[in-house]
């Protein structure tokens, strides 16, 4: 199938810079969309670019049950991100 790039602003880095480096993938396990979405929320506002996968999938039943959440962070923001998500309990 075709390959669909999740984040669009890491798609149109990679046009510009010969030397773009793929996105870091955090694995947060299973939690509520909701209580993650609260951290990347922060993190974008910070200026750090994270993304979190397949939100729109999340998104069904996820007021209910943990869903496995896994986070796209650009290479210079991960230190970052890690720390943000272990301060709220994800890692």
Same mark, same amino acid.
Request: hydrophobic share 40%; with cysteine.
């Given at each position: 199938?075709?390959?669909?790039?999740?984040?669009?602003?890491?798609?149109?880095?990679?046009?510009?810079?010969?030397?773009?480096?793929?996105?870091?993938?955090?694995?947060?396990?299973?939690?509520?969309?909701?209580?993650?979405?609260?951290?990347?929320? %922060?993190?974008?506002?910070?200026?750090?670019?994270?993304? &979190? #996968?397949?939100?729109? /999938?999340? =998104?069904? !039943? %996820?007021?209910?049950?943990?869903?496995?959440?896994?986070? &796209? #962070?650009?290479?210079? /923001?991960? =230190?970052? !991100?890690?720390?943000?998500?272990?301060?709220?309990?994800?890692?």
């Amino acid at each position: 199938g075709r390959r669909v790039e999740p984040m669009g602003w890491f798609g149109r880095k990679r046009a510009d810079d010969e030397g773009h480096e793929a996105p870091v993938e955090i694995d947060l396990g299973m939690r509520h969309v909701y209580e993650v979405q609260v951290v990347v929320g %922060a993190l974008n506002d910070e200026g750090c670019r994270t993304y &979190l #996968v397949d939100q729109s /999938d999340l =998104a069904y !039943a %996820a007021e209910l049950h943990p869903k496995r959440c896994r986070v &796209l #962070v650009a290479p210079a /923001d991960e =230190a970052r !991100a890690r720390e943000a998500f272990a301060e709220a309990g994800f890692l």
